[in-house]
């Protein structure tokens, strides 16, 4: 008699993500992480952290930040990459060769920037940055387009969500930690050459990287909701969003050049108060409603059809293209969604606000000496926030991707929210005087082995003798802030990126990515001038406050999508 053989038990998500781990593909994902941080980080953390020891306000500092808009609204020219062509005299497949030309380009331009005085030429300075800030949103459009496309599981998706994010932060370690050091040692021209030598080297990771299987393949169809729409339709539908586009582009510019000097100032507070909700409608909004207009009217479905309809003039294939490269997504997105795709956008919008419109303040908090600015040193600075605080965001997003792979993403996107928000109270009471922490740390008794540790730095440093004499309290402070408030931070991010790589068709992975990634700074790039007048008049702890219950709002938010997906997917309600 034989004996039937017990049912082999199928790995578990956790066993299968450790699996994918041994591939070239997540070599590249570390790689190309970290050349994505370093453009970022020398604008927003290192050219700050030189402006502020220059002297510059904070209030020039933050309307100086809008240059990074370029992350915000890089959704619109991320149709240009939907296709993955490659860059004619760069002897690279695909996508591959732009994102080369980007890590070249941005390298040089580093260098550049350092050797041109930033604090006497804002305005010089603002021109390279905006350049950069141009270049590296359109890297990351690239990144996260091969990210998608080359991803073949669920697993790998989330596992390449984790290693992002995890190059990412170990990335900002050289364009944060070393660069301050270099910086307080050297000088921040040397600083500025030596990330400019690190994103140059990044190219390998370029070369690494393998073509996805769907792009070493010559296609002649696409899918495409253009054959379901007519013409008089498709054509003003195009025209109406492009002119939507323009006209958002010219509010921001026309501030960031009058704010700069260039003409009549305008006040920070009454641009975003006046013009920011206008510019959420007219790149956000509009487009969506147009969307959702030609799905709805015309029954649209996307379907298989010719890149190049034969028999149509030049003005009808311009239409088309624009169509495919601007609704198609955006339809895809909707068709797939209907309704909820407003709470995929509001999730979008504001999950990300607490650290998103902190960012360029961070610095002027850390260094500055008015209000309730806390005074530190650079070396303080990089010790605290740029070796702690790289540490625990690494640690964040480990924990937030071995927790995603054992008990799915919505848990951890729910719980992210909470701790991202709670966090910025740890900052307010730092601005009120740290009754709060210094009563944690005696009576966790961390205040011993931490203080210690801080007096140790402290005698590491150039300017040691100038330090008061509470040092190693007020670094003991710092560093347990920036700690807990990275960890969440990390944790966050990691289940930010699972959720909107799982929303995305890897069809349209371009653009519908670098939508919903654009929309995760958009709110916080547009509210930091408005911060920046707020910290001028009141100082610091008022933001952190009003951070913390914005951050409420993402939470609130999240619970709603995590029952949406438990009713539409019953059988992975945690995924």
Known sequence: MSETAAPTKPPSRLARAFRALNDRRMAAMLILAFAASIPYGAIVGVLTAWLTQEGVDTDTIGVLSLVTIGYSFKYLWAPLF??????????????????????????????????????????????????????????????????????????????????????????????GFIALLVAARGGWIVAYVMMASFMAL???????????EYNKHEHKTRLSFLPTVPAKMAVPAVAFVSLCWSAAFLMIGTFAVRRLGFGEALSSRKFVSEQGPLIVLLTVVAPAVVAAVLVVRNRAVATEAPLMPAGTGRGAKLAGTLFRAIFDPLMDLIYRLRWWTILVLALALTYRFTDAVWGSFAYPFYLGTHMDALGHSLDDVAIASKFFGVIATILGSLLGATLIAMVG???????????????????ADLAAGA?????????????????????????????????????????????????AENIAGGFALVAMTAYLTAVV?????????????????????????WLGEMI????????????????GVAVALSVLEWWRLSRAFPAKAVD
């Open 82 to 175: 939907q296709t993955p062509h490659g860059v004619p005299f760069i002897p690279v497949a695909g996508r591959r060769s732009w994102l080369i030309l980007c890590q070249a380009s941005i390298a040089v331009l580093l260098i550049v920037l350092a050797l041109s005085n930033p604090p006497q030429n804002i305005g010089l300075v603002a021109l390279i940055c905006f350049v950069i800030l141009i270049l590296g949103p359109t890297h990351d459009i690239i990144l996260d387009a091969w990210r998608i496309e080359v991803a073949r599981s669920d697993e790998d998706k989330d596992l390449m969500s984790a290693l992002y994010q995890f190059g990412y932060k170990s990335g900002g370690f050289i364009s």
């Open 202 to 212: 990044t190219v390998l990771g370029s070369l690494l990287a393998p073509e996805p």
């Open 409 to 427: 993403r919505m848990p951890v996107f729910f719980i992210g929210g909470i701790i991202a928000a709670v966090t910025n109270l740890l900052y």
């Open 435 to 483: 009754h709060a922490l210094d009563a944690f740390l005696a009576a966790t008794h961390l205040d011993g082995p931490m203080v210690a540790f801080a007096n140790w730095a402290a005698t590491l440093q150039p300017e040691a003798i100038s330090l008061p004499p509470d040092q190693g309290q007020r670094m003991a402070r710092l560093m347990i802030t920036i700690f």
């Open 505 to 529: 068709n890897p069809r349209f992975a371009a653009v519908q990515y670098a939508l919903l990634a654009s929309l995760t700074m958009l709110i916080g790039t547009l509210g930091r001038p």
């Open 536 to 551: 001028e008049r009141n100082g610091f702890h008022d933001v952190f406050i009003v951070t913390f219950w914005l951050g």
